[in-house]
Each structure stands twice: as C-alpha cells, then as structure tokens.
C-alpha cells in the first residue's frame, strides 16, 4: 500500500511547484497581460493565430519527443560548452537554413543573420551596428572559429530594396540606414549595367553575389580577423545559395568566379 502512495501522480499543488523555473523568470520579466490578450483577438480575427501557434507548439513538443532523444548524446556534451568550427553570417531570409543546407548539427555552426547577409565595416570609434560585429569578435576571439562564411542568396528582397525609390522605404527607416551598408554593392553594379545592360533578373543576381564579395572585403577590415586570415589560421568562404534548385555556389578568390559546389 505504501508503495502504490509513493509512486502516485503529483497532486495539483505539487506539479504548481515543479513549475519552479518558468514561474521564477515571469515574476522578474512579465509581459503586459493586456496587450497579450488584445493581440491575440486580433490574431484569431485574422484566423491565423490558432494555426500558426499551434504549428510551432506542436513542433517543440515533436522536437522533444523524436528529435531530442534520438541525439540525447550531442546534446549530452554540448551541456557545458561549444566548439563551433564555423561562423555562419546569413541573410534573415526564412528561406535560408544554416543547418540545414550544410547539414550541420548543433555545437557546429555559430550563426550571425541580418537583412542581405551584411557585414559593417570595422569601426571602433562610432561603435555602430554592434550586433553583428559583436558575434564576429566573439567568434574569432573566443570560439576562435576555423571558418567564416558569407552565404548570400537568390532573390534577396534585401539586396533589392537597395534600388528602392526613398519613398518606398519611408516606414521603414531603420532598414533603409541597415542597407546603406551596402550602398557601395549598388553603386558597382548600376556602373557595370551601364556598360553593359542587363534584365532585372541578372541584375538582382548580379547584385546579390556581389555583395558576398563585398562582405568577404568587409572582414578584412577587422584586425584582428585580418591578421589571422594572412597567416593562414583562418578561412573566409563566400556561398550563394540558390533557392529554387539548392545548389550553393563557393566563390574562387583566383578564378573570381562562384562555382558550384558538387
Ligand atoms: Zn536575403
């Protein structure tokens, strides 16, 4: 009898205090209570908050139930610490998968993503855009990755809001000043197109390859960085990724050529 009490379900009140950590956090940080449920009327009105929640709720649990336990043992070791071998800069774009188009598993790719895959330009003085280069001073100092990647992408909305007329990006300030990094990229290829003219299609393309260049170039302008790449203790790759056919590019700094990687 005594056997059956101990092993018996938690009672309400015990399971309340299993709950210990999630309980903890949200007396510290507690989101407006109001502005959750009125978003969420606003979300069931447009039907689409019922799907999409449920999607991503059901896919943690999948993940946990399938996925989880079948690499317990990676997630084992990755408990205390990582050893990422490569910093992966990518565009936000929701088509590009890090992970999965290098299949990659966790502990492996550190991942740094931004709108058209940018790098600004070292500058210790104004310490502007600091999210990026932040991850890549962590990256190179601490992880003392082997590799970077610039992996850039097809039909980029990034790379083509760069010809956008001004008003056109007027609700949007803050992506207007993210993009002006790249200003330079638009300006090389409105000067080659004008010598030799090309459709919007290759002229998106053209933009978005040169781009990776341009951000391989952008590195180079963190000493630190730069001097590991001259001696040879670091990599810099530059990939286009090809959505509609899944070919990555790598590009040949001899041949200045991106090459299908096969
Ligand atoms: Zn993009």
């Known amino acids: 009898m005594e056997k059956n009490t101990e092993s018996k379900l938690p009672d309400k009140t015990d399971r309340k205090r299993s709950a210990t950590p999630v309980d903890t956090i949200s007396s510290l940080y507690s989101f407006p209570a109001a502005f959750a449920s009125s978003s969420k009327k606003v979300l069931r009105s447009l039907n689409v908050f019922p799907l999409m929640s449920d999607k991503l709720f059901d896919g943690v649990k999948e993940f946990h139930s399938k996925d989880f336990i079948e690499n317990r043992e990676i997630f084992r070791q990755l408990q205390?610490?990582?050893?990422?071998?490569?910093?992966?800069?990518?565009?936000?774009?929701?088509?590009?998968?890090?992970?999965?188009?290098?299949?990659?598993?966790?502990?492996?790719?550190?991942?740094?993503?931004?709108?058209?895959n940018i790098?600004?330009?070292?500058?210790?003085?104004?310490?502007?855009?600091?999210?990026?280069?932040?991850?890549?001073?962590?990256?190179?100092?601490?992880?003392?990755?082997?590799?970077?990647?610039?992996?850039?992408?097809?039909?980029?909305g990034g790379c083509q809001a760069l010809y956008y007329e001004p008003q056109r990006m007027r609700k949007l300030p803050q992506t207007r000043?993210?993009?002006?990094?790249?200003?330079?990229?638009?300006?090389?290829?409105?000067?080659?197109?004008?010598?030799?003219?090309?459709?919007?299609?290759?002229?998106?393309?053209?933009?978005?390859?040169?781009n990776i260049v341009q951000q391989m170039n952008h590195l180079l302008t963190y000493p630190y960085l730069r001097s590991k790449y001259q001696k040879g203790q670091i990599r810099l790759m530059g990939w286009y990724y090809a959505i509609e056919t899944g070919d990555v590019y790598n590009y040949s700094v001899e041949k200045r050529v991106f090459e299908k990687i096969s």
């Open 80 to 116: 205390q610490e990582q050893h990422p071998h490569t910093l992966f800069i990518g565009c936000s774009d929701s088509r590009v998968v890090p992970s999965l188009i290098t299949k990659s598993l966790p502990g492996e790719l550190f991942i740094v993503r931004n709108i058209a």
């Open 119 to 156: 790098v600004p330009v070292h500058n210790m003085k104004q310490m502007d855009y600091v999210a990026t280069s932040a991850v890549i001073e962590y990256a190179v100092k601490v992880l003392e990755v082997e590799n970077i990647i610039i992996c850039g992408h097809s039909n980029c």
């Open 177 to 210: 000043k993210w993009l002006s990094l790249a200003k330079s990229v638009k300006n090389s290829v409105k000067k080659k197109i004008a010598e030799n003219p090309v459709l919007e299609p290759e002229r998106s393309k053209m933009t978005e390859q040169l």
